[in-house]
T-cell receptor
């Protein structure tokens, strides 16, 4: 299995531009999580999906952030418009167990976003 | 609300020495407990987990952790550290009553001296 795949690995953009981050979870996993990692705030859960349906988006910082999961093998996290404070590493993770297995999450390598 | 504290931001050990990374949690009951490791430029990888039962749990790469209810702790240990263990280590907790969300600590950066 290729693991969780994220693209791009690095993204540099100017303030005000739209940014789209992509994630392909592990085949067969029915939970998908988006996290953001910064020095100041550590690792934060932004949103998670179960069977392609958003379950909890309480961690999404503001309306500029949106996430979709159109099918079981693809998810996007979009920031529009981007701001310098959005600079961070964004991780996608998936899990496929029942009950407690949801916590055994497999992380992708992350996308390092820099907004200038 | 649950929380997890990793009091050590950085730890340096010599290769071959023993290691203990501290983790304390705050929660109304015993939560589920986890340790993840993040190598440079990589995502997090699950090292081990505690749900219930035996308070000493074994994980991958020779790591173990001990749950101590009286101290609200879940410290990670390894008897002999290898240079490849240099990474950042995250303790995480999850509620036993559901909720499906992990809460991560701030991490401990481990440096291994040769």
């Amino acid at each position: 299995d290729a693991g969780v795949i994220q693209s791009p690995r690095h993204e540099v953009t100017e303030m005000g531009q739209e940014v789209t981050l992509r994630c392909k979870p592990i085949s067969g996993h029915d939970y998908l999580f988006w996290y953001r990692q910064t020095m100041m705030r550590g690792l934060e859960l932004l949103i998670y999906f179960n069977n392609n349906v958003p379950i909890d988006d309480s961690g999404m910082p503001e309306d500029r952030f949106s996430a979709k999961m159109p099918n079981a093998s693809f998810s996007t996290l979009k920031i529009q418009p981007s701001e310098p404070r959005d600079s961070a590493v964004y991780f996608c993770a998936s899990s496929g167990g029942r009950d407690r297995g949801i916590y055994e999450q497999y992380f992708g390598p992350g996308t390092r976003l820099t907004v200038t | 609300a649950q929380s997890v504290t990793q009091p050590d931001i950085h730890i340096t050990v010599s290769e071959g020495a023993s290691l203990e990374l501290r983790c304390n949690y705050s929660y109304g009951a015993t939560p589920y407990l986890f340790w993840y490791v993040q190598s440079p430029g990589q995502g997090l990888q699950l090292l081990l987990k505690y749900f219930s039962g035996d308070t000493l749990v074994q994980g991958i790469k020779g790591f173990e952790a001990e749950f101590k209810r009286s101290q609200s702790s879940f410290n990670l240990r390894k008897p002999s550290v290898h240079w490849s263990d240099a990474a950042e280590y995250f303790c995480a907790v999850a509620p036993t009553g559901g909720g499906n969300k992990l809460t991560f600590g701030t991490g401990t950066q481990l440096k291994v001296e040769l």
